[in-house]
Protein backbone atom coordinates (compact mmCIF):
# COMPACT_ATOMS: atom_id res chain seq x y z
CA UNK A 1 0.00 0.00 0.00
CA UNK A 2 2.66 2.58 0.77
CA UNK A 3 4.52 1.22 -2.29
CA UNK A 4 1.82 2.52 -4.41
CA UNK A 5 1.14 5.78 -2.89
CA UNK A 6 4.54 6.45 -3.16
CA UNK A 7 4.87 5.53 -7.30
CA UNK A 8 1.18 8.06 -6.76
CA UNK A 9 3.16 10.73 -5.52
CA UNK A 10 6.52 10.16 -7.84
CA UNK A 11 4.39 10.56 -10.49
CA UNK A 12 2.44 12.95 -9.52
CA UNK A 13 5.47 14.85 -8.67
CA UNK A 14 7.01 13.80 -12.27
CA UNK A 15 3.94 15.64 -14.37
CA UNK A 16 3.94 18.45 -12.23
CA UNK A 17 7.82 19.16 -13.38
CA UNK A 18 7.10 18.83 -16.90
CA UNK A 19 4.20 21.22 -16.37
CA UNK A 20 6.31 23.78 -14.58
CA UNK A 21 8.79 23.47 -17.52
CA UNK A 22 6.29 23.64 -20.35
CA UNK A 23 4.76 26.86 -18.61
CA UNK A 24 8.24 28.62 -17.78
CA UNK A 25 10.28 27.39 -20.03
CA UNK A 26 7.77 26.48 -23.25
CA UNK A 27 8.95 26.11 -26.66
CA UNK A 28 9.92 29.70 -28.49
CA UNK A 29 8.96 28.88 -31.28
CA UNK A 30 5.20 28.53 -29.97
CA UNK A 31 2.67 29.87 -32.82
CA UNK A 32 -0.49 30.47 -30.55
CA UNK A 33 -1.83 34.09 -30.55
CA UNK A 34 -0.59 36.53 -28.10
CA UNK A 35 -3.18 38.38 -25.95
CA UNK A 36 -1.81 41.65 -25.58
CA UNK A 37 -2.76 44.07 -23.04
CA UNK A 38 -1.31 47.72 -21.60
CA UNK A 39 0.70 45.81 -19.81
CA UNK A 40 2.66 43.26 -22.27
CA UNK A 41 2.10 45.91 -25.03
CA UNK A 42 5.38 47.43 -25.65
CA UNK A 43 7.76 44.10 -24.57
CA UNK A 44 5.49 42.27 -27.25
CA UNK A 45 5.83 45.14 -29.93
CA UNK A 46 9.63 46.13 -29.24
CA UNK A 47 11.66 42.07 -28.95
CA UNK A 48 9.74 41.52 -32.25
CA UNK A 49 10.65 42.73 -35.81
CA UNK A 50 6.86 41.77 -37.31
CA UNK A 51 3.70 41.24 -34.93
CA UNK A 52 0.15 41.39 -36.92
CA UNK A 53 -2.52 42.37 -34.31
CA UNK A 54 -6.05 41.58 -34.09
CA UNK A 55 -8.18 44.34 -32.60
CA UNK A 56 -11.16 42.54 -31.91
CA UNK A 57 -14.67 42.66 -29.63
CA UNK A 58 -16.40 39.34 -28.70
CA UNK A 59 -19.92 40.50 -29.62
CA UNK A 60 -19.32 41.38 -32.79
CA UNK A 61 -19.92 38.73 -35.56
CA UNK A 62 -17.37 39.75 -38.15
CA UNK A 63 -14.95 38.73 -35.08
CA UNK A 64 -15.76 35.77 -34.56
CA UNK A 65 -15.87 34.66 -37.90
CA UNK A 66 -11.83 35.85 -37.98
CA UNK A 67 -11.15 34.09 -34.54
CA UNK A 68 -10.82 30.57 -35.78
CA UNK A 69 -8.86 31.57 -39.16
CA UNK A 70 -6.48 33.91 -37.29
CA UNK A 71 -5.84 31.36 -34.95
CA UNK A 72 -4.79 28.59 -37.68
CA UNK A 73 -2.74 31.13 -39.48
CA UNK A 74 -0.76 31.80 -36.50
CA UNK A 75 0.19 28.30 -36.00
CA UNK A 76 1.04 28.17 -39.49
CA UNK A 77 3.18 31.19 -40.55
CA UNK A 78 5.88 31.42 -37.42
CA UNK A 79 6.73 27.67 -38.19
CA UNK A 80 8.57 28.42 -40.71
CA UNK A 81 9.60 32.38 -40.38
CA UNK A 82 11.31 33.42 -37.17
CA UNK A 83 10.46 36.51 -35.10
CA UNK A 84 6.91 36.88 -35.93
CA UNK A 85 4.12 37.40 -33.90
CA UNK A 86 0.40 37.01 -34.12
CA UNK A 87 -1.14 39.14 -31.27
CA UNK A 88 -4.88 39.73 -30.50
CA UNK A 89 -6.20 42.92 -28.36
CA UNK A 90 -9.65 42.54 -26.71
CA UNK A 91 -11.06 46.03 -27.46
CA UNK A 92 -13.84 45.54 -24.78
CA UNK A 93 -11.43 44.86 -22.21
CA UNK A 94 -8.31 46.99 -23.48
CA UNK A 95 -9.86 50.12 -23.89
CA UNK A 96 -6.80 52.11 -23.51
CA UNK A 97 -5.16 49.66 -26.45
CA UNK A 98 -7.51 50.49 -28.98
CA UNK A 99 -8.00 54.05 -28.54
CA UNK A 100 -4.46 54.09 -28.63
CA UNK A 101 -4.01 52.80 -32.56
CA UNK A 102 -7.53 54.67 -33.20
CA UNK A 103 -9.44 51.48 -33.41
CA UNK A 104 -13.20 52.26 -35.21
CA UNK A 105 -14.44 49.16 -36.38
CA UNK A 106 -14.44 45.59 -35.74
CA UNK A 107 -12.10 43.61 -36.68
CA UNK A 108 -9.37 45.84 -37.29
CA UNK A 109 -5.72 44.07 -38.80
CA UNK A 110 -2.59 46.20 -37.97
CA UNK A 111 1.07 45.29 -38.72
CA UNK A 112 3.88 46.35 -36.33
CA UNK A 113 7.28 46.24 -37.52
CA UNK A 114 10.24 46.77 -35.11
CA UNK A 115 7.73 48.36 -32.62
CA UNK A 116 6.31 51.13 -35.43
CA UNK A 117 2.77 50.39 -36.48
CA UNK A 118 2.41 50.02 -39.92
CA UNK A 119 0.27 52.84 -41.68
CA UNK A 120 -1.70 50.36 -44.46
CA UNK A 121 -4.44 47.98 -42.16
CA UNK A 122 -3.97 44.91 -43.80
CA UNK A 123 -7.79 45.08 -45.76
CA UNK A 124 -7.28 41.69 -47.78
CA UNK A 125 -8.57 38.21 -47.46
CA UNK A 126 -9.22 36.92 -44.47
CA UNK A 127 -8.04 32.80 -45.04
CA UNK A 128 -5.22 31.68 -43.46
CA UNK A 129 -3.38 31.26 -46.79
CA UNK A 130 -4.36 35.00 -47.67
CA UNK A 131 -2.28 35.64 -44.40
CA UNK A 132 0.50 33.71 -44.75
CA UNK A 133 1.14 34.66 -48.27
CA UNK A 134 0.71 38.06 -46.74
CA UNK A 135 3.50 37.57 -43.67
CA UNK A 136 6.02 36.44 -46.41
CA UNK A 137 5.44 38.80 -48.28
CA UNK A 138 6.33 41.02 -45.62
CA UNK A 139 9.74 39.43 -44.51
CA UNK A 140 11.12 39.87 -47.93
CA UNK A 141 13.50 42.69 -48.45
CA UNK A 142 12.03 45.77 -49.99
CA UNK A 143 15.43 47.13 -51.05
CA UNK A 144 16.60 46.59 -54.87
CA UNK A 145 20.46 45.97 -55.24
CA UNK A 146 21.68 47.01 -58.38
CA UNK A 147 25.27 45.74 -60.16
CA UNK A 148 25.62 48.64 -62.38
CA UNK A 149 24.53 52.37 -61.81
CA UNK A 150 23.12 52.97 -65.01
CA UNK A 151 19.99 50.27 -63.63
CA UNK A 152 19.51 53.40 -61.82
CA UNK A 153 18.27 55.15 -64.78
CA UNK A 154 15.48 52.16 -65.03
CA UNK A 155 13.92 52.37 -61.84
CA UNK A 156 10.40 53.72 -61.85
CA UNK A 157 10.08 57.35 -62.39
CA UNK A 158 6.59 57.36 -61.57
CA UNK A 159 7.06 56.42 -57.91
CA UNK A 160 9.25 58.22 -54.63
CA UNK A 161 12.89 56.38 -54.97
CA UNK A 162 15.38 57.35 -51.98
CA UNK A 163 18.90 55.66 -53.48
CA UNK A 164 21.70 55.08 -50.95
CA UNK A 165 25.87 54.69 -51.95
CA UNK A 166 27.06 51.99 -49.51
CA UNK A 167 30.67 50.88 -48.74
CA UNK A 168 29.71 47.62 -47.10
CA UNK A 169 26.32 46.06 -45.79
CA UNK A 170 28.11 45.55 -42.59
CA UNK A 171 28.35 48.92 -41.79
CA UNK A 172 25.93 50.66 -39.44
CA UNK A 173 25.23 53.12 -42.20
CA UNK A 174 23.60 50.51 -44.14
CA UNK A 175 21.64 48.89 -41.15
CA UNK A 176 20.21 52.00 -40.23
CA UNK A 177 19.18 52.39 -43.73
CA UNK A 178 18.04 48.98 -44.23
CA UNK A 179 15.58 49.32 -41.15
CA UNK A 180 14.62 52.67 -41.90
CA UNK A 181 13.38 51.23 -45.64
CA UNK A 182 11.60 48.32 -44.16
CA UNK A 183 9.65 50.99 -42.48
CA UNK A 184 8.67 52.56 -44.77
CA UNK A 185 8.09 50.26 -47.56
CA UNK A 186 4.96 51.56 -48.46
CA UNK A 187 5.66 55.21 -49.23
CA UNK A 188 8.67 54.50 -51.45
CA UNK A 189 11.11 52.21 -53.67
CA UNK A 190 14.50 51.93 -51.90
CA UNK A 191 17.51 51.07 -54.31
CA UNK A 192 20.95 50.44 -53.09
CA UNK A 193 24.69 50.14 -55.27
CA UNK A 194 27.26 48.58 -52.78
CA UNK A 195 30.62 48.17 -52.69
CA UNK A 196 33.11 49.05 -55.69
CA UNK A 197 30.43 50.00 -58.21
CA UNK A 198 28.89 52.90 -56.01
CA UNK A 199 32.30 54.54 -55.76
CA UNK A 200 32.47 57.42 -57.59
CA UNK A 201 29.37 58.60 -55.76
CA UNK A 202 30.99 58.24 -52.12
CA UNK A 203 33.13 60.59 -52.72
CA UNK A 204 32.75 62.04 -49.12
CA UNK A 205 31.70 58.46 -47.59
CA UNK A 206 28.59 57.12 -47.85
CA UNK A 207 25.49 58.83 -49.20
CA UNK A 208 21.67 58.48 -49.72
CA UNK A 209 19.53 60.23 -52.31
CA UNK A 210 15.88 61.10 -53.10
CA UNK A 211 14.57 61.47 -56.68
CA UNK A 212 11.70 62.72 -57.34
CA UNK A 213 8.67 61.52 -59.26
CA UNK A 214 8.98 62.57 -63.19
CA UNK A 215 11.93 64.51 -62.40
CA UNK A 216 15.58 64.27 -64.29
CA UNK A 217 18.46 65.60 -62.65
CA UNK A 218 16.95 66.70 -59.60
CA UNK A 219 18.20 64.40 -57.03
CA UNK A 220 18.22 65.81 -53.45
CA UNK A 221 21.33 64.86 -51.27
CA UNK A 222 20.72 63.87 -47.44
CA UNK A 223 22.91 65.84 -45.50
CA UNK A 224 22.22 64.47 -42.24
CA UNK A 225 23.63 61.32 -40.06
CA UNK A 226 23.66 58.34 -41.73
CA UNK A 227 23.44 56.57 -38.37
CA UNK A 228 20.57 58.66 -36.60
CA UNK A 229 17.28 56.43 -37.36
CA UNK A 230 15.16 59.04 -36.05
CA UNK A 231 16.86 61.67 -38.49
CA UNK A 232 16.81 59.68 -41.07
CA UNK A 233 13.36 58.78 -40.76
CA UNK A 234 12.04 62.26 -40.37
CA UNK A 235 13.85 63.08 -43.96
CA UNK A 236 12.92 60.00 -45.57
CA UNK A 237 8.98 60.20 -44.15
CA UNK A 238 9.16 64.00 -45.89
CA UNK A 239 10.18 63.02 -49.03
CA UNK A 240 8.40 59.78 -49.31
CA UNK A 241 4.68 61.07 -47.89
CA UNK A 242 3.73 63.38 -50.29
CA UNK A 243 1.26 66.20 -49.34
CA UNK A 244 -0.69 65.25 -52.78
CA UNK A 245 -1.41 61.71 -53.15
CA UNK A 246 -2.51 59.34 -55.62
CA UNK A 247 -6.28 57.73 -55.05
CA UNK A 248 -6.48 54.21 -56.58
CA UNK A 249 -9.35 51.27 -56.16
CA UNK A 250 -6.62 49.69 -53.95
CA UNK A 251 -5.83 52.58 -51.55
CA UNK A 252 -9.46 54.39 -51.42
CA UNK A 253 -11.02 52.54 -48.57
CA UNK A 254 -7.99 53.59 -46.38
CA UNK A 255 -8.29 57.72 -47.62
CA UNK A 256 -11.78 57.26 -47.35
CA UNK A 257 -11.61 56.39 -43.80
CA UNK A 258 -9.18 59.00 -42.60
CA UNK A 259 -12.63 61.22 -42.86
CA UNK A 260 -11.57 63.59 -44.66
CA UNK A 261 -12.94 65.44 -47.45
CA UNK A 262 -11.45 65.34 -50.68
CA UNK A 263 -9.71 68.10 -52.95
CA UNK A 264 -9.25 65.81 -56.01
CA UNK A 265 -7.60 66.73 -59.32
CA UNK A 266 -8.92 63.50 -61.97
CA UNK A 267 -6.38 64.17 -64.99
CA UNK A 268 -4.89 62.30 -68.04
CA UNK A 269 -2.59 59.97 -66.78
CA UNK A 270 -0.24 61.37 -69.74
CA UNK A 271 -0.98 64.75 -68.31
CA UNK A 272 2.49 65.34 -66.13
CA UNK A 273 2.13 69.11 -66.20
CA UNK A 274 -0.86 69.48 -64.79
CA UNK A 275 -0.41 67.15 -61.71
CA UNK A 276 3.24 69.25 -61.01
CA UNK A 277 1.44 72.71 -61.29
CA UNK A 278 -1.35 70.88 -58.77
CA UNK A 279 1.12 69.83 -56.01
CA UNK A 280 2.92 73.52 -56.73
CA UNK A 281 -0.95 75.80 -55.88
CA UNK A 282 -1.20 73.07 -52.95
CA UNK A 283 2.05 73.02 -51.37
CA UNK A 284 2.35 77.15 -51.86
CA UNK A 285 -1.66 78.09 -50.80
CA UNK A 286 -3.41 75.04 -49.29
CA UNK A 287 -0.62 74.24 -46.62
CA UNK A 288 -2.45 75.40 -43.25
CA UNK A 289 -5.62 72.79 -44.57
CA UNK A 290 -3.28 69.61 -44.07
CA UNK A 291 -5.21 67.96 -41.72
CA UNK A 292 -8.54 69.43 -42.66
CA UNK A 293 -8.33 68.20 -46.48
CA UNK A 294 -6.94 65.45 -48.16
CA UNK A 295 -5.48 66.40 -51.74
CA UNK A 296 -5.78 64.03 -53.98
CA UNK A 297 -4.86 63.14 -57.76
CA UNK A 298 -6.77 60.36 -59.90
CA UNK A 299 -6.35 58.81 -63.19
CA UNK A 300 -9.37 59.88 -65.12
CA UNK A 301 -9.84 57.40 -67.58
CA UNK A 302 -10.22 54.99 -64.72
CA UNK A 303 -12.62 57.07 -62.22
CA UNK A 304 -14.83 57.71 -64.94
CA UNK A 305 -18.04 56.84 -62.92
CA UNK A 306 -17.25 60.14 -60.67
CA UNK A 307 -16.95 62.25 -63.61
CA UNK A 308 -20.74 61.24 -65.19
CA UNK A 309 -21.56 62.07 -61.52
CA UNK A 310 -20.25 65.21 -62.20
CA UNK A 311 -21.20 65.66 -65.95
CA UNK A 312 -18.40 65.74 -67.12
CA UNK A 313 -16.25 62.96 -69.38
CA UNK A 314 -12.51 61.46 -70.06
CA UNK A 315 -12.60 64.39 -73.05
CA UNK A 316 -12.84 67.19 -69.98
CA UNK A 317 -9.95 66.32 -68.39
CA UNK A 318 -8.51 67.52 -66.14
CA UNK A 319 -10.97 68.54 -63.49
CA UNK A 320 -11.08 69.22 -60.51
CA UNK A 321 -13.47 68.92 -57.50
CA UNK A 322 -14.47 68.36 -53.95
CA UNK A 323 -15.77 65.58 -52.54
CA UNK A 324 -17.41 66.10 -48.90
CA UNK A 325 -18.89 62.44 -48.51
CA UNK A 326 -21.98 63.59 -48.75
CA UNK A 327 -21.79 65.95 -52.32
CA UNK A 328 -19.66 66.20 -54.81
CA UNK A 329 -18.51 69.94 -56.00
CA UNK A 330 -17.09 70.87 -59.20
CA UNK A 331 -14.35 73.76 -59.20
CA UNK A 332 -16.04 76.03 -62.28
CA UNK A 333 -13.18 76.68 -64.35
CA UNK A 334 -10.04 74.73 -64.20
CA UNK A 335 -8.13 77.52 -65.96
CA UNK A 336 -8.34 79.68 -63.23
CA UNK A 337 -7.04 77.12 -60.69
CA UNK A 338 -3.65 79.23 -61.25
CA UNK A 339 -5.23 82.29 -60.22
CA UNK A 340 -3.79 82.82 -56.53
CA UNK A 341 -6.43 82.45 -53.62
CA UNK A 342 -9.37 80.90 -56.15
CA UNK A 343 -8.19 77.44 -54.86
CA UNK A 344 -7.79 78.47 -51.34
CA UNK A 345 -11.45 80.46 -51.57
CA UNK A 346 -12.90 77.05 -52.87
CA UNK A 347 -11.24 75.42 -49.85
CA UNK A 348 -12.42 77.66 -47.53
CA UNK A 349 -16.67 78.03 -49.23
CA UNK A 350 -16.88 74.15 -48.61
CA UNK A 351 -15.88 74.93 -44.64
CA UNK A 352 -18.60 77.62 -44.64
CA UNK A 353 -21.12 75.90 -45.84
CA UNK A 354 -21.10 78.54 -49.17
CA UNK A 355 -20.71 75.44 -51.64
CA UNK A 356 -23.38 73.50 -49.96
CA UNK A 357 -25.81 76.70 -50.15
CA UNK A 358 -25.16 77.93 -53.81
CA UNK A 359 -25.59 74.51 -54.89
CA UNK A 360 -29.39 74.75 -53.23
CA UNK A 361 -30.50 77.83 -53.61
CA UNK A 362 -28.00 79.63 -56.20
CA UNK A 363 -25.48 82.12 -55.43
CA UNK A 364 -25.17 84.31 -52.32
CA UNK A 365 -27.14 87.40 -52.17
CA UNK A 366 -24.98 90.53 -52.36
CA UNK A 367 -25.82 93.95 -51.16
CA UNK A 368 -24.97 96.67 -53.59
CA UNK A 369 -22.97 99.21 -51.90
CA UNK A 370 -25.28 102.13 -50.45
CA UNK A 371 -24.20 105.48 -52.13
CA UNK A 372 -24.37 108.45 -49.12
CA UNK A 373 -27.59 111.28 -49.11
CA UNK A 374 -29.41 108.61 -51.67
CA UNK A 375 -33.04 107.17 -50.47
CA UNK A 376 -34.16 103.83 -51.56
CA UNK A 377 -36.69 105.19 -53.52
CA UNK A 378 -33.86 106.59 -55.67
CA UNK A 379 -31.93 103.61 -55.90
CA UNK A 380 -34.68 101.69 -56.58
CA UNK A 381 -35.52 103.85 -59.34
CA UNK A 382 -32.08 103.12 -61.09
CA UNK A 383 -31.75 99.74 -60.23
CA UNK A 384 -34.68 99.71 -62.96
CA UNK A 385 -37.02 98.29 -60.85
CA UNK A 386 -37.18 95.02 -61.37
CA UNK A 387 -37.95 92.00 -59.28
CA UNK A 388 -35.33 90.13 -58.22
CA UNK A 389 -35.19 86.70 -60.22
CA UNK A 390 -36.54 83.28 -58.46
CA UNK A 391 -34.04 81.42 -57.20
CA UNK A 392 -34.47 77.72 -58.59
CA UNK A 393 -32.90 74.67 -55.87
CA UNK A 394 -30.87 72.21 -57.21
CA UNK A 395 -28.90 69.40 -55.69
CA UNK A 396 -25.40 68.82 -56.18
CA UNK A 397 -24.34 65.32 -57.20
CA UNK A 398 -24.36 62.45 -54.63
CA UNK A 399 -20.40 61.57 -53.65
CA UNK A 400 -19.00 58.77 -55.08
CA UNK A 401 -16.18 58.10 -52.97
CA UNK A 402 -18.03 57.66 -49.73
CA UNK A 403 -19.08 54.32 -51.02
CA UNK A 404 -15.16 53.09 -50.80
CA UNK A 405 -15.25 53.50 -47.27
CA UNK A 406 -15.34 50.11 -45.23
CA UNK A 407 -18.49 48.02 -46.02
CA UNK A 408 -20.97 47.14 -43.18
CA UNK A 409 -21.04 43.67 -44.68
CA UNK A 410 -17.02 43.04 -43.82
CA UNK A 411 -16.54 45.36 -40.45
CA UNK A 412 -19.21 46.23 -37.22
CA UNK A 413 -18.54 50.00 -37.75
CA UNK A 414 -17.91 51.56 -34.12
CA UNK A 415 -19.36 55.22 -35.88
CA UNK A 416 -20.74 56.62 -38.69
CA UNK A 417 -19.22 59.95 -39.78
CA UNK A 418 -18.95 60.03 -43.38
Known amino acids: MMDAARRLMSFQFTFFLFYLQAVLFGNPTDTRTVPMTISNLEDVLNHNELVFVNFYADWCRFSKM ?14 AIQNVVFGKVNCDTETEVAQKFGISKYPTLKLFRNGRVQKREYRGQRSVEAFKEYIEEQMKSNIREVNDLRELNDIDGKKRNIIGYFNSKESPEYKTFQQVASNLRDDCDFSVAVGEISKKERISGDNIIF ?3 RTKDQDMVYLGSLVNKDLLTAW ?3 KCVPLVREITFENGEELTEEGLPFLILFHNPDDANIVQKFNQIVSRELLHEKGNINFLIADGTKFTHPLHHLGKSTKDLPVLAIDSFRHMYL ?3 ISQMNVPGKLKQFCADLHSGKLHREFH ?10 IAGQDQQQQQQQ ?14 PESQFVKLAPSKNRYTLLKDEL
Open 66 to 79: LEPVFEEASNTVPA
Open 211 to 213: RPP
Open 236 to 238: TTD
Open 331 to 333: FPD
Open 361 to 370: HGPDPTTPPQ
Open 383 to 396: GGGSAPQEKRPTTP
